[in-house]
């Protein structure tokens, strides 16, 4: 499984990105997709996730009513919209996928087995 991950870039706060992460692999509807991001100097943390059904999105407080997580099953992609950005949103964002996340377990970063490269989002003030 290989994913990729692109949309990141310079934005200004308030402004918005759109995240793509494109899988390459079989069967994507049966994978549980996640956004995990590491801002400078701090620990990994998730974002976002989906469960394989797509029936469970998980959003981390920080980000609940600004960001949406969206995965089409046809293009094998997960979406990560983001809007109302502030400074504190800039890191590395990184998509992440499994095949065996139940749903209480799609805020651990640990139940993923498959990771992409990240793609840098920088919100200026």
């Known amino acids: 499984v290989q994913l990729q991950a692109s949309g990141g870039g310079l934005v200004q706060a308030g402004g918005s990105l759109r995240l793509s992460c494109a899988a390459s692999?079989?069967?994507?509807?049966?994978?549980?997709m996640g956004w995990f991001r590491r801002a400078p100097g701090l620990e990994r943390e998730v974002v976002a996730a989906l469960s394989r059904t797509g029936s469970y999105p998980y959003y981390a407080e920080s980000v609940k009513g600004r960001f949406t997580i969206s995965k089409d099953n046809a293009k094998n992609t997960v979406h990560l919209q983001m809007d109302s950005l502030t400074p504190e949103d800039t890191a590395v964002y990184y998509c992440?996928?499994?095949?065996?996340?139940?749903?209480?377990?799609?805020?651990?970063?640990?139940?993923?087995?498959?990771w992409g490269p990240g793609t840098l989002v920088t919100v200026s003030s």
């Open positions: 992440a996928a499994g095949s065996k996340v139940i749903s209480s377990e799609l805020s651990r970063s640990s139940a993923y087995y498959y």
């Open positions: 692999v079989r069967g994507f509807s049966n994978y549980a």
